[in-house]
T-cell receptor, first 112, second 117 residues
Framework: KQEVTQIPAALSVPEGENLVLNCSFTDSAIYNLQWFRQDPGKGLTSLLLIQSSQREQTSGRLNASLDKSSGRSTLYIAASQPGDSATYLCAVSGAGSYQLTFGKGTKLSVIP | GAVVSQHPSRVICKSGTSVKIECRSLDFQATTMFWYRQFPKQSLMLMATSNEGSKATYEQGVEKDKFLINHASLTLSTLTVTSAHPEDSSFYIC?????????????FGPGTRLLVL
């Protein structure tokens, strides 16, 4: 059974800092990995999707990497802003399955 | 494109009543829709997968008679929580897949917060 772990559970940084969020998964047989953002009481916003054959994806200040063999992904946020404050969720899609398995998320607070 | 809506966004009901939540794909046809539940400080958990015109597939531990799912068209799926109880209070999120293929990107709705008194 796939398990997804995100470390740290919470992170507080001053505005302007670069930061890294970590995600690990136990079964490397994945189809893709996604990073989402969730604001309090809201749904999910997809940030980046990395196919299993890819190593990284970039969107603006965000860069996500994937090391499938070691079961790890990182989300790098450059020059953090208070508006980046949210919970960031990592989810993997299993090969041959519709199911997305989510981590519990990392709650990010960017202090002005 | 690929917008998914949910209605209502919040609902408060008395214990024992039934609540229906709608999930719509606004600008695309969704062969497959998914229903998730999220308890506070927990990860999203898949409840069921529904394909248009067929019965939903429920995950282990999810009561199909309690959580009725109907996917009558390519743009609408509904989740009915029957005889809701306080322990059903949660955040329910749906998602829709464009082509229904394995590993396809899922587009998420904004969620529905259910509070059962």
């Amino acid at each position: 059974k796939q398990e997804v772990t995100q470390i740290p559970a919470a992170l507080s940084v001053p505005e302007g800092e670069n930061l890294v969020l970590n995600c690990s998964f136990t079964d490397s047989a994945i189809y893709n990995l996604q990073w989402f953002r969730q604001d309090p009481g809201k749904g999910l916003t997809s940030l980046l999707l990395i196919q299993s054959s890819q190593r990284e994806q970039t969107s603006g200040r965000l860069n996500a990497s994937l090391d499938k063999s070691s079961g790890r992904s990182t989300l790098y946020i450059a020059a953090s802003q208070p508006g980046d404050s949210a919970t960031y969720l990592c989810a993997v899609s299993g090969a041959g399955s519709y199911q997305l398995t989510f981590g519990k998320g990392t709650k990010l607070s960017v202090i002005p | 494109g690929a917008v998914v809506s949910q209605h209502p966004s919040r609902v408060i009901c008395k214990s024992g009543t039934s609540v229906k939540i709608e999930c719509r794909s606004l600008d695309f046809q969704a062969t497959t829709m998914f229903w998730y539940r999220q308890f506070p400080k927990q990860s999203l958990m898949l409840m069921a997968t529904s394909n248009e015109g067929s019965k939903a597939t429920y995950e282990q531990g999810v009561e199909k008679d309690k959580f009725l799912i109907n996917h009558a068209s390519l743009t609408l799926s509904t989740l009915t929580v029957t005889s809701a109880h306080p322990e059903d209070s949660s955040f329910y999120i749906c998602s829709a897949s464009l082509a229904g293929g394995l590993g396809e990107t899922q587009y998420f709705g904004p969620g529905t917060r259910l509070l059962v008194l």
